[in-house]
């Protein structure tokens, strides 16, 4: 398993940005030949909800992930880890400026 230096230098040679969580529920809603509101109402959520999460409007929420891994029987983790490579991709793909600034702290031996 990678550490998070590892993973960290992979995302940041990465080009291409990662699959988003609203990706992956619009790609298994065509293998599953489901729509968005059909999928909505099966989470208990309005179809809004899911057609901004599917657009990359909203971002996924724990709640989401939730329900998500409950539907498709995988569980919160990969949604929320899924999520999370999202967001530091683009963190790491944005100005760097403000970061570089920040001194780290070092501990003493």
Known sequence: MATDKERIAQLQRRTQRPMTPGEMVEALLEELELSQTELAARLSVSRATVNE????????SPDMAHRLGRFFGN???LWLRAQATVDLWD???MDASAYQQIEPHRVAA
């Open 75 to 77: 569980g919160p983790g």
């Open 91 to 93: 963190t790491l793909h």
């Open 53 to 60: 999460l599917v657009r990359g409007k909203r971002a996924l």
